[in-house]
């Protein structure tokens, strides 16, 4: 599986932004799909991940209510929706997959390079 982030960029403090990961080289329909970041000088941080059908979607307590993951599998599309966007947001974001729940918010499969999400105060 192949994943690309695209859509960062930079935002004012309170503005909106919205990720997308494509992915290719195999259906990505079967696996859990996520976000992790990671700001400068950090560890990378798990963010959200989202069920294969998309009914389940689970987010840190820091991006509840501001950010929504969502999927549609017949374009192999994930997207991050963020808004209310905060100085600390600001870092760079990873699409993942994931063949379970447990390697989703830990150690995922797979791996894209990220995007760059820069939020001015």
């Known amino acids: 599986v192949q994943l690309q982030a695209s859509g960062g960029g930079l935002v004012q403090a309170g503005g909106s932004l919205r990720l997308s990961c494509a992915a290719s080289?195999?259906?990505?329909?079967?696996?859990?799909m996520g976000w992790f970041h990671q700001a400068p000088g950090k560890e990378r941080e798990f963010v959200a991940f989202?069920?294969?059908?998309?009914?389940?979607?689970y987010g840190t307590e820091s991006v509840k209510g501001r950010f929504t993951i969502s999927r549609d599998n017949a374009k192999n599309t994930v997207y991050l929706q963020m808004n209310s966007l905060r100085p600390e947001d600001a870092a760079v974001y990873s699409c993942?997959?994931?063949?379970?729940?447990?390697?989703?918010?830990?150690?995922?499969?797979?791996w894209g390079q990220g995007t760059q999400v820069t939020v001015s105060s």
């Open positions: 993942t997959a994931s063949t379970s729940w447990y390697k989703a918010s830990r150690t995922p499969d797979y």
């Open positions: 080289g195999r259906d990505v329909a079967g696996y859990i």
């Open positions: 989202i069920s294969w059908s998309g009914s389940t979607t």
